[in-house]
């Protein structure tokens, strides 16, 4: 699988789009782990002006206005949706944040306990 994620074909067979998603807000660390347990099991970085994510089975690269994605999900859609959730949560930062621990899983929340989600890992 690992061949087919990153193999040669793969970026020409990527989805291709105009973007508006601002990469830099990303390099906010309070940003960063916020998305960071949305997308749990989605790596990021930035690299060369863009930004690369990566899961188990997609990936997606954005710079200068443009997004390539490929695989099942479209990752920097995903993080959009994540940093405007984020906006909509009032920026919290990351000591807003909490976790529970359990032995069937753990739940990340904002402010209240019972509005939790799982975290999930590739």
Not at 62 to 72: E, M
């Amino acid at each position: 699988m690992i061949s087919e994620v990153f193999g040669p074909g793969a970026w020409e067979e990527s989805r291709e789009s105009k973007t508006d998603l601002d990469v830099s807000l990303l390099a906010d660390p309070h940003a960063e782990f916020a998305i960071s347990l949305r997308l749990a099991d989605v790596a990021h970085w930035p690299q060369d002006g863009g930004h690369w994510w990566c899961s188990h089975d997609s990936w997606a690269y954005a710079a200068d206005g443009t997004v390539h994605q490929w695989g099942p999900r479209n990752l920097a859609d995903e993080t959009a949706t994540a940093l405007t959730w984020r906006a909509g949560a009032g920026r919290p930062e990351l000591f807003d944040f909490g976790l529970t621990v359990e032995l069937d899983g753990h739940q990340a929340w904002l402010g209240d306990p019972s509005e939790s989600w799982p975290l999930t890992a590739a």
